[in-house]
């Protein structure tokens, strides 16, 4: 019975050592199988919260200039490997003009937490104009794996993907530091985890803080380090605004729904974001003309032309519940094996 018991306790031993260590996630030896209803666009994770009508603006000082950003949640969603995402807008701008333009597809994990990155349409520019989509990827779209941007439950040590296109997109972050407290325009935070994110594609790295202070709950400062792992030189991205009501009303552009983005019921399409379609509407035109060049057309096709292999996902959908069964099976058999054994334990104390 005692070899039993130590068999069984070893048992449950090693299945919490393996949910634990799903927090290091590497799809390059272990790729996710993908459930789509296993994610939300309702992205609550206290760390990186996204309420529909949710805008953020950051600054940075840079060599060439005044960079800004300002990120949007109007609501729009998008379909990517089965998974409906939430279209997180990130714009920036170089002294006022626009140099990228990014649809960031995410989705919140329901059991962990977890917010996991299906891809992004990239449009940058140049001068005013467009100079293509370099940057973009699409989870299931030769061979690229959705990762996770922030996870549910960081740990210090933790390491995981944000995203992995093999010599493309293959950004990676670990957490370095937690309740690190930081100062930015918009505030001084407490609650923040800090990564150190990078890519082996780039000597380049960063600081990233994440807090969930309430008044933000999202990412509040970053430190680019370029010449890593020298930290001389540092660049800082700065909190400056967050509005929660700043991108309700916002219309989707016809150009994003050609691209497969739908607006959420709760956003108002009539009311057009007149500022951003005047001042772009050249820039859209241009990119209109290159887009028949080879490696846009590639993109586009292979994007579009995403097919689901339904018979597989449903397959490992049942293999996931009937491991889950067993797991469950087990732990109720060793409960049941450690309360037996407490109780012979003091009837032979009595017997005595």
């Known amino acids: 019975m005692k070899k039993f018991l130590t068999f069984c306790a070893l048992f449950a ?14 799809p390059r030896t272990n790729p996710p199988n993908i459930n789509p ?3 939300t666009t309702e992205i609550d994770n206290p760390y990186f919260s996204l309420p529909i ?15 800004k950003i300002v990120i949007m949640v109007p609501g729009w969603t998008k379909t990517v490997q089965g998974v409906e995402t939430l ?13 990228e333009d990014t649809r960031d597809y995410l989705a919140q994990h329901k059991k962990t937490g977890d917010v996991w990155y299906f891809g992004e349409h990239v449009d940058n520019y140049e001068d005013g104009k467009f100079v293509d989509h370099h940057g973009a990827w699409w989870a299931g779209v030769d061979g690229a794996i959705a990762g996770k941007w922030v996870t549910g439950n960081p740990q210090v040590g933790d390491y995981f993907m944000n995203e992995l296109l093999v010599g493309e997109a293959e950004d990676e972050s670990k957490i370095v530091g937690i309740n690190e407290t930081v100062k930015t ?8 985890i800090k990564s150190l994110d990078g890519s082996p594609l780039f000597s380049e790295k960063a600081w990233t803080y994440h807090c969930k202070d309430s008044k933000v709950q999202g990412t509040a400062f970053e430190v680019d380090l370029p010449n890593y792992p020298d930290t001389d030189e540092q660049v800082f991205v700065k909190l ?14 016809s150009k994003y729904a050609k691209e497969g983005v739908k607006i959420d019921g709760q956003i108002s399409q009539e009311n057009e974001d007149e500022d951003f379609e005047s001042e772009n509407e050249e820039e859209f035109e241009d990119e209109d003309k290159s887009e028949d ?3 846009g057309v590639k993109l586009i096709q292979n994007f579009y032309g995403e097919k689901e292999d339904s018979d597989k996902d449903s397959e490992d959908e049942e ?7 067993i797991l469950e099976i087990g732990g109720a058999v060793l409960v049941g094996l450690l309360i037996g054994g407490l109780g012979v334990f003091f009837w032979r104390r009595k017997q005595k």
């Open 240 to 253: 400056v605004d967050v509005d929660l009501d700043g991108a309700f009303g916002v219309a989707l552009p």
């Open 319 to 325: 293999d996931e519940e009937e491991f889950e069964e």
């Open 185 to 192: 325009p918009f505030g001084t935070f407490t609650q923040c």
């Open 13 to 26: 031993f090693m299945a919490v050592g393996q949910t634990l260590a799903a927090e290091n996630y590497n």
């Open 87 to 99: 279209v997180f807008w990130d714009r920036v701008y170089l002294d006022g003009e626009l140099i």
């Open 37 to 39: 209803s296993d994610f």
């Open 53 to 67: 009508g949710k805008k953020l603006v950051y600054e940075s000082e840079t060599e060439d200039g005044l960079e």
């Open 293 to 295: 060049d080879e490696n």
